[in-house]
């Protein structure tokens, strides 16, 4: 995982770096640290905890100087450590590296240096690299202008594994060199100036004309510009491009946290997921980035979708959504599953990558391995300059806006609605009539409102959170298409609060999990008017038997159950197929308030990194 930000320009570095970081802290946040290069030599500062301590050390002793290197990390190797931190010197202490990724030989290549003297001074894999790379640079001819990046080139054909890096050295102090293998790398283009960041987004404020290095690249920037070389000797050039990103739609206004702000966003995600996308003459929904034609669309006999985390759970609503509209046999997989089986693929399958930044290493490989046995790959992502982005096959954009919090929410809505629109535009295809799908057309477009009446309760769900705030355990139950938002509400819970909970399917409560039913042990239910609305009802009398709280999420008007439940949230009547994005939401605003209340750092908590981009 683990934020790159670069600077080579005519301002200071210092500020530019902090302010990129922060951007990218989302990637990880167990550390961070910044090398400037200023004319003398190589200063360093870095802090274990937040870029805060980083930012307060920097206030009391700045860096100055136009060329730096900068990093958040999220531990791989090594505990999270001051020492730890990056940037991470050589031998010499005159090379300086930034590090995304994992060294996967480190351990050969350290015995290699130590049996030539060389003493290391951390646990971690970057600095077994900056070691090897300066062991490169010191072997090499003084004269030669580009040692730097010949270094660098050295190193890393020694190297397995993958990285995304910036390297610096103090005799050539007008050059940084990068390099991109499996985690990712941009050149960000500005006047007479350049940076390296693992996202635009750290750079997006200064230039909007970047190029993405592509795996086994080196670019080497100095004063006069840059040019690039591959491991490979790919003779491809850099592609420029230019990204529309408004840095300021990632900024916090008058919300506490980025995940209420992202909560309440959703009533404009929803419509942004589903603008220009539905055919209301044909009653259907167009697609055009699938990039299939109708005969395609027509022969796909089984999808399986593939994902992590918050991402499956929306795939595994998705699920039951294709299979009941379109009647295409759909199977969900985790992707770091699905990467490593030999799963029976044919011609006919299509395989579904979701990801809402398109940098999950895990959903990435998965993709490679469909793609390597030759099957058509589509995405669904947010990020639409991500490396899922780039490498399916076609797919559909989010377009969610940033999603700042590491608790994912709006792309988890956006993701399902998507999956909606999926199954009606192959529903369509198939078995469902024009009004079938003029009902669901109207289903998707009352979802705007509906999700604003829902954001209205978020100050009863908080007196709620408050009435649970003593326990440590918490069960969350759903069936069909309400079981993975069962699974989801139970990750949002333990995610941010670090209260334990498990998602399950609701009938599963008698095979197990009823022995952990207890007065300290509350149920929630998923339980909107649909067709397993009695069977719900009869699980939630057997917790309420064995003197367990309940709390169902139910559809407006039903004032039976408030004789089976201690809690209600009420969401608005809507067919089976866009419940789920309404019930999500009522369990996305309890985690966030349980958290709140219980003091913990919602938008960032402990251990975890919003993309994770290692395996
Ligand atoms: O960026 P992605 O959608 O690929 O991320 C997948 C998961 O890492 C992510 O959904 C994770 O589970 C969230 N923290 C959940 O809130």
Known sequence: MCGIVAYLGDKEAQPLLLEGLRRLEYRGYDSSGIAVLNGKGLEITKRVGRIDQLERALNSHPLHGSLGISHTRWATHGKATDINAHPHTDASGKLAIVHNGIIENYGVLKKKLQDKGLQFRTETDTEVLAYLIGFHFDALDVETGNRLEMAVMEALREVTGTYGLVAVHQDQPDVMVGARRGSPLVLGIGQHEHFLASDTAAIAAHTQTVAHLRDFDVVTVDRQGYRLKSLTHNKAGLEISQINYDAGEADLGDFPHYMLKEIFEQTLSIQNAVRGRLNLEECTAQLGGLNLTPQELREIDRIVITGCGTALHAGLVGEYIIESLAHV???????????????????????????????????????????????????????????????????????????????????????????????????????????????????????????????????????????????????????????????????????????????????????????????????????????????????????????????????????????????????????????????????????????????????????????????
């Open 329 to 615: 046999p759909v199977e969900i997989d985790w992707a770091s599953e699905f990467r490593l089986r030999n799963s029976p693929l044919d011609r006919r399958t299509l395989v579904l990558a979701i990801s809402q930044s398109g940098e999950t290493e895990d959903t990435l490989g998965a993709l490679r391995e469909a793609k390597r046995k030759g099957h058509r790959v589509l995405g669904i992502c947010n990020n639409v300059a991500s490396t899922l982005a780039r490498e399916t096959d076609g797919g559909v954009y989010m377009y969610a806006g940033p999603e700042i919090s590491v608790a994912a929410t709006k792309s988890f809505t956006s993701q399902v609605v998507i999956f909606v629109l999926l199954g009606l535009l192959l529903g369509r295809m198939r078995f469902l009539s024009a009004s079938q799908g003029r009902e669901m057309i109207a289903a998707i477009e009352a979802l705007p409102d509906q999700i604003t009446s829902i954001l209205k309760q978020s100050d009863h769900i908080r007196r709620i959170a408050e009435k649970y705030r003593d326990i440590d355990s918490m069960l969350f139950f759903g069936r069909q298409m309400q079981y993975g938002i069962a699974l989801e509400g139970a990750l949002k819970m333990k995610e941010i609060t670090y209260i334990h909970a498990e998602g399950h399917p609701t009938a599963e409560l008698k095979h197990g999990i009823i022995a952990l039913v207890d007065e300290k042990t509350p149920s929630v239910f998923l339980c909107p008017k649909d067709g397993a609305y009695d069977k719900n009802v009869n699980n939630m009398q057997q917790v309420k038997a064995r003197k367990g709280s309940v709390i169902a999420v139910a559809t407006e008007g039903d004032e039976d159950i408030l004789q089976h439940a201690d809690d209600v949230f009420y969401i608005p009547e809507a067919p089976e197929y866009t419940a789920p994005i309404l019930s999500v939401i009522p369990l996305q605003l309890f985690a966030y308030h349980m958290a709140v209340i219980l003091g913990r750092d919602v938008d960032k908590p402990r251990n975890l990194a919003k993309s994770v981009t290692v395996p």
